[in-house]
């Protein structure tokens, strides 16, 4: 398992934003912990068409942290 740091996409909004409910992302989100090959994709508006798959401690400056441990997807 990987810490998972402030700043890194496992604690950031848009990482697999588009099923932020998934049983995994909770988890990495409520522990900050990654398996090392985990993966996901970026939902940034300016990446998700890209389809951008980043693991939990990748980052870039487009950040955004998660509010109240996950989001609601609508
Ligand atoms: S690549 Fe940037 S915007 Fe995408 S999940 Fe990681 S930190 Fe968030």
Redesign the pocket.
């Given at each position: 398992m990987l810490h998972v740091h402030e700043g890194?996409?496992g604690v950031?909004?848009?990482?697999g934003e588009d099923h932020g409910d998934d049983v995994q992302l909770v988890q990495i989100h409520n522990q900050h912990e990654a398996p090392e090959d985990f993966v996901d994709d970026?939902?940034?508006p300016r990446?998700a068409n890209l389809h951008?798959k980043?693991t939990a401690v990748?980052?870039?400056?487009?950040?955004?942290p998660i509010q109240n441990g996950h989001h609601s997807t609508g």
């Open positions: 890194q996409c950031c909004a848009h990482f970026c939902g940034h990446l951008l980043v990748s980052s870039c400056d487009g950040f955004e």
